[in-house]
């Protein structure tokens, strides 16, 4: 298989991704308090666009496709959301005194 050469997608994507994810190690060791938080789900963000454009097709795709996705995309974000209340709300978690104390 001599001269075979990936898509431009594939590889633009590739660099992209090793960006983000350089950014990210960077990110890390910067301290920038609650702040750093914000920024490393800034990044994730970028990388499931990234993702979610290049390897689902979604950049080129149909509208009824977009709305499909977008609408799942929605629905994983409210249950993060609820998810995220629950674990907000509870006043002794996480338990203090051990397994079964």
């Known amino acids: 298989m001599t001269g075979w050469k990936p898509?431009?997608?594939l590889v633009v994507s590739w660099l992209g991704?090793?960006?983000?994810l350089t950014l990210t190690v960077a990110a890390a060791?910067?301290?920038?308090?609650?702040f750093n938080t914000v920024v490393a789900m800034t990044i994730a963000l970028a990388k499931a666009v990234l993702i979610a454009?290049?390897?689902?097709?979604?950049?080129?795709?149909?509208?009824l496709t977009l709305v499909f996705a977008g609408a799942g995309f929605f629905w994983l974000a409210l249950?993060?959301?609820l998810a995220f209340a629950d674990y907000m709300t509870r006043p002794d978690f996480p338990p203090q005194g051990g397994l079964f104390g």
């Open 7 to 9: 898509p431009r997608a």
């Open 17 to 20: 991704l090793i960006g983000l």
């Open 29 to 34: 060791y910067q301290p920038l308090g609650a």
């Open 53 to 63: 454009a290049v390897f689902m097709d979604l950049w080129r795709g149909k509208a």
């Open 79 to 81: 249950m993060l959301w």
